[in-house]
């Protein structure tokens, strides 16, 4: 059997591919790893919550679902290690979290999650110490009926301790989760539901356990049930077990979190003595120690700055750009890089986070977006273009007529006809693998050549042109008993550099692009009146397509603004461009070799 070579196109997606999972690897920071440690921990919060909540069917049934499912998947060893690991991991990396920061400007969720996520370990340690240590001792592990006896029998102060560290241990990791999904474009929509569990959980976890506990009080009234499922701890292990979690834990715990404010200390001290550097805005500079982010001297000082994930290195909404010598800074970690890459700043050196940049001498920055975006504007835009110049292709699309239209109609149908035209346009626009960008009345401005070559951005422009055409052709001719005369239209076509990036205010942004070369589009559309065609398309256009000199009507134009006449190609019939591309392509074919690309770079 003959063994294939891959073919080039695979070997390019494997190497694709692996590049991505190398960037996303690169990409993997302190606070990422964190998250995924919460995230297990969450999980095993949700799957104990559950099985409290089962008390509200019957206490038999939460003692089952502990045996046979709950206590069956987290005791399996290496689950069990990853569970421990993640809660060591988690703590210790909030605890560096904690030392990090420079400022103390939290929000109201952040101070919340702080305090909650401390307090935890503490109120822990007594329900871990009676689970967990006491296993450690060669004591049975605790079923329900121990627990729920233990407590609203023999230690009922108990109920109140537990019920708060559920609240506690819940509303921390909720908040956390809020953190990190708000930012997903998929949370507007799940937010409800996700709301919904969020609150009835704890309630059925907590009722639960009170129905459990009751039936459980009742029970043990029976001595046989009693000592069939009561397992208390020998009095001599439970004192070294108290000893531990009651006294020893605490005080190392607590010493650990006063260990960490006495390092931050002794950290700005250092820094002090290092230096100062100056960062300078458009309208202030303000002086901070070296080690201290651009974020962070923005918040010290209360410039105002976009932070919507609040440093975390997620959200991208700090970007600034830097105007004074990029040399003297650090390069981007792996983290920064992945972030800027995943909204399309990669390219562009001078644009930094302002979460993660730490200059160690002066630097000029501009914050590049305004201060006030939040969530939805990230959930809503994840690529946030700032400003790049490229080679593009534009074409307007306009509606004749549209005026004298609206003279004879109701407003209602003079809406429908619009729509009706501009879907039409924008699906052949789509289809062709252009960007529908912007929709000015009975116009359509599209883009060409955002994620694609010159060639292929031509070519695609000349085939929108013919799917526009076609589409509104077959709108004419499905309205004909409507209207007395068929819907009108001019294309203008034309390539050259543009601006691109976003503009508006607050969160009111578009994307689009600017330039010489989309004005001249829309002017070669007006000139389609005058020269009496539905299109008109640059002669660069036709060029970089691939379409012969002889091909289509030429002709020269004054473009109003420009010194120099411009040489256009005009038709009638625009559907005529599809069977011209596809010529080009058989003739660019058949003399092999050469590509589109490069007959557009000759
Ligand atoms: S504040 Fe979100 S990435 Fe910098």
Known sequence: MMLQAPAISDLHAVRT?????????????????????????????????????????????????????????????????????????????GLWALYQRRHFRYTAAEITQLVLGLSIPLL???????????????????????????????????????????????????????????????????WPFLFGVAVALPLLAMSGAQQGGREVTRLAADPQWLKENYRPIPPVKRE?????????????????????????????LNERRRGMFTVTYPNRQVRVPKGMSVL???????????????????????????????????RPSGREAFVLARVGASSD???????????????????????????????????INVGEERYLVSMFVDMRGSTSLSEARLPFDVMFLINRFVDATSRGISEAGGQP??????????????????????????????????????????????????????????????????????????????GDSVNVAARLQDLSKTLDCKVVVSDEVCKVAGIPDDALLRTQVEIRGHDQPMIVRTEKDPTVLASLLVAASAHL????????QEVAET
């Open 240 to 268: 070294v077990i108290d000893e531990i979690t009651e006294v020893y834990f605490p005080i190392i715990y607590l010493s650990g979190i006063a260990f960490v404010f006495l390092a931050r200390g002794v950290r700005s």
């Open 124 to 190: 822990l340690c007594i329900h871990f110490g009676a689970v967990r240590v006491s296993t450690m001792f060669g004591h049975p592990v605790l079923n329900y009926g121990t627990n729920l006896f233990a407590f609203w029998v023999v230690r009922k102060y108990m109920i109140a301790v537990q019920f708060v560290l559920l609240t506690i241990a819940w509303t921390h990791g909720c908040i956390g989760l809020y953190f990190w999904l708000r930012l997903k474009p998929f949370f507007k929509r799940a």
């Open 437 to 514: 960008n912007q929709f000015v009345g009975d116009g359509v401005l599209a883009l060409f050549g955002l994620k694609t070559d010159k060639a292929t951005a031509c070519q695609q422009a000349l085939r929108a042109a013919a799917l526009v055409a076609s589409n509104i052709a077959h709108l004419n001719h499905q309205i004909a008993t409507e209207v007395r005369q068929p819907i009108q239209y001019g294309i203008g076509i034309n390539a050259g550099d543009a601006i691109i990036g976003d503009i508006g205010f607050r969160g009111h942004t578009v994307f689009t692009a600017l």
């Open 296 to 330: 962070e001297a923005s918040l010290r000082y209360r410039v105002p700055h976009a932070s919507v994930c609040g440093g975390r290195a997620r959200c991208s909404t700090c970007r600034v750009r830097v105007v004074s010598d990029r040399l003297a800074l650090p």
């Open 349 to 383: 050196p001078s644009i930094r986070l302002a979460c993660q940049l730490r200059p160690q001498s002066d630097v000029s920055v501009i914050p590049i977006l305004p201060p006030h975006v939040g969530a939805d504007f990230v959930r809503n835009r994840q690529r």
């Open 589 to 596: 074919g058949d003399s092999s070799a050469i590509d589109l």
């Open 17 to 93: 591919s692996a590049s991505k999972l190398a960037a996303w690897v690169r990409g993997i920071g302190v606070r990422q790893v964190r998250l995924t440690c919460g995230l297990v921990m969450f999980t095993y919060i949700f799957s104990h919550f559950f099985n409290h909540a089962l008390g509200n069917v019957s206490y038999s049934t939460m003692e089952w679902w502990l045996t046979n499912v709950h206590v069956a998947w987290w005791r399996i060893p290496i689950v069990n290690a990853t569970l421990y690991a993640a809660a060591i991991v988690h703590l210790s990396l």
